[in-house]
């Protein structure tokens, strides 16, 4: 299977090399991004160097690139890709290096997985050993995210291009055999401990629909922060019976209250009447990349549970490139009502509306989805993540897509 995998890896980088970029995700012209690009390559091989010289010392990966400086890295801005420099944009997932900022992600961190696939405690480390196990030393060490295919720079330092999900690569291996469900097999629930997300239902990561070649940028990608699957119950329900799910969602790049929005997954948050249950999910999921300015943003949401209408349940965190910080709060019976809940009967806010809701035949109620779209309070600032925030109350919201304009 190696062997198999390693030859269509080869062929695939090829294709995608020689496919050519599609311009204009980040505003810059042909040559800035090729320029760019190149740049980034560069810092890639120079970090590989540094990685091998730190390996023959130490006969192990370094905990975090920051290691590397400057015994090894003399240049610590090689730390740093060109698109970051320009923009402030990082893409890092969560996997933040404690000790200096940088703009790649290194997947073999020796750090919990948190909320990435929802790994919770199982280390990057392990995880990635274990894929090699697999496919050898084409999984990637080093990646960055900021170019229009992402940069990868694998184990055995080749570097090549995909999409955000470098194991599409592979038609020779399914996908779902890199998951850390299956790699960890019957031990994963209890190394995983819970800590990043995963609810009752226990969706894989790998149930997630690809995204879109045609998603554009002010379509935020969720994909690295899905912690439930549409098309699989994820609230806990009552024994014998199968729960609820959203697989009547249309899935993909879909028109909801005038808003084209990236629908293939679940971002849920805490809520006590959830937990109750047995749904276990993270109180915050932060550090969603944004890296951009924009005049009003577009979420698609819901939550389940109710609370007295006025109740706080949650917000969104803006964070600017300059610092500053503002909150979009999340108010029950103003942006959302529980999904299940009859909402057609009082109206939300002037800036919330009904965006989807359908009646199943074995569902006892609607469910339903709504659209808020808030106005930037600083529109003249870059936006440079957005934090997803539980207000800790009965309800528990959750989040499936945010579009900017």
């Given at each position: 299977m190696k062997d198999n995998a390693r030859v269509f890896f080869t062929l695939m980088t090829v294709c995608c090399v020689c496919a050519g970029d599609v311009r204009g995700a980040l505003g810059q012209d042909d040559k800035q991004a090729d320029q760019e690009k190149e740049a980034c390559i560069g810092n890639l091989k120079q970090i590989y160097?540094?990685?091998?010289?730190?390996?023959?010392?130490?006969?192990?990966?370094?905990?975090?690139?920051?290691?590397?400086?400057?015994?090894?890295?003399?240049?610590?801005?090689?730390?740093?890709?060109?698109?970051?420099?320009?923009?402030?944009?990082?893409?890092?997932f969560g996997i933040v290096d404690p000790h200096l900022s940088n703009a790649y992600l290194f997947e073999f961190a020796n750090t919990d997985m948190g909320a990435i696939y929802n790994g919770g405690k199982i280390k990057m480390l392990e995880w990635k050993q274990k894929q090699m196990g697999v496919v050898g030393s084409v999984v990637p060490m080093v990646r960055c995210h900021l170019h229009n295919q992402t940069l990868n720079l694998s184990f055995d330092g080749e570097i090549y291009e995909s999409g955000s999900s470098w194991e599409d690569l592979f038609s020779v291996v399914d996908k779902a055999d890199l998951s850390t469900e299956k790699l960890f097999g019957k031990d994963f629930a209890r190394l995983a401990g819970g800590g990043g997300g995963g609810g009752g239902g226990g969706a894989s990561a790998y149930s997630?629909?690809?995204?879109?070649?045609?998603?554009?940028?002010?379509?935020?990608?969720?994909?690295?922060?899905?912690?439930?699957?549409l098309a699989k119950a994820w609230h806990p329900a009552a024994a014998g019976t199968q729960g609820y799910d959203l697989a009547p969602l249309p899935q993909g790049l879909q028109t909801f209250a005038d808003v084209s929005f990236d629908v293939r997954g679940v971002v849920q948050i805490a809520g006590r009447k959830l937990e109750e249950a047995g749904g276990k999910f993270p109180s915050e999921v932060k550090g969603i990349p944004f890296g951009a300015r924009c005049k009003r943003l577009h979420f698609l949401?819901?939550?389940?549970?109710?609370?007295?209408?006025?109740?706080k349940i949650g917000s969104y965190r803006l964070n600017y490139s300059n610092g500053e910080t503002r909150e979009l709060p999340i108010i029950y019976g103003q942006q959302v009502r529980d999904w299940f809940g009859n909402s057609s009967s009082q109206p939300l806010d002037k800036n919330s509306v009904i965006a989807w809701s359908i009646k199943p035949p074995r569902d006892a109620d609607n469910k339903t989805l709504f659209k808020t779209s808030w106005e930037n309070p600083l529109p003249d600032g870059e936006i440079k993540s957005i934090d997803y925030i539980s207000g800790g109350s009965d309800a528990a919201p959750f989040l499936i897509a945010i579009t900017a304009e």
């Amino acid at each position: 299977m190696k062997d198999n995998a390693r030859v269509f890896f080869t062929l695939m980088t090829v294709c995608c090399v020689c496919a050519g970029d599609v311009r204009g995700a980040l505003g810059q012209d042909d040559k800035q991004a090729d320029q760019e690009k190149e740049a980034c390559i560069g810092n890639l091989k120079q970090i590989y160097e540094a990685i091998q010289k730190y390996r023959r010392d130490h006969k192990a990966l370094p905990d975090w690139l920051s290691d590397l400086a400057p015994s090894y890295l003399p240049d610590k801005s090689v730390l740093v890709c060109p698109v970051t420099k320009r923009t402030g944009k990082t893409a890092n997932f969560g996997i933040v290096d404690p000790h200096l900022s940088n703009a790649y992600l290194f997947e073999f961190a020796n750090t919990d997985m948190g909320a990435i696939y929802n790994g919770g405690k199982i280390k990057m480390l392990e995880w990635k050993q274990k894929q090699m196990g697999v496919v050898g030393s084409v999984v990637p060490m080093v990646r960055c995210h900021l170019h229009n295919q992402t940069l990868n720079l694998s184990f055995d330092g080749e570097i090549y291009e995909s999409g955000s999900s470098w194991e599409d690569l592979f038609s020779v291996v399914d996908k779902a055999d890199l998951s850390t469900e299956k790699l960890f097999g019957k031990d994963f629930a209890r190394l995983a401990g819970g800590g990043g997300g995963g609810g009752g239902g226990g969706a894989s990561a790998y149930s997630y629909p690809p995204r879109s070649a045609e998603a554009k940028t002010n379509q935020v990608d969720l994909s690295q922060f899905y912690n439930a699957s549409l098309a699989k119950a994820w609230h806990p329900a009552a024994a014998g019976t199968q729960g609820y799910d959203l697989a009547p969602l249309p899935q993909g790049l879909q028109t909801f209250a005038d808003v084209s929005f990236d629908v293939r997954g679940v971002v849920q948050i805490a809520g006590r009447k959830l937990e109750e249950a047995g749904g276990k999910f993270p109180s915050e999921v932060k550090g969603i990349p944004f890296g951009a300015r924009c005049k009003r943003l577009h979420f698609l949401h819901s939550t389940g549970w109710s609370v007295p209408e006025g109740t706080k349940i949650g917000s969104y965190r803006l964070n600017y490139s300059n610092g500053e910080t503002r909150e979009l709060p999340i108010i029950y019976g103003q942006q959302v009502r529980d999904w299940f809940g009859n909402s057609s009967s009082q109206p939300l806010d002037k800036n919330s509306v009904i965006a989807w809701s359908i009646k199943p035949p074995r569902d006892a109620d609607n469910k339903t989805l709504f659209k808020t779209s808030w106005e930037n309070p600083l529109p003249d600032g870059e936006i440079k993540s957005i934090d997803y925030i539980s207000g800790g109350s009965d309800a528990a919201p959750f989040l499936i897509a945010i579009t900017a304009e």
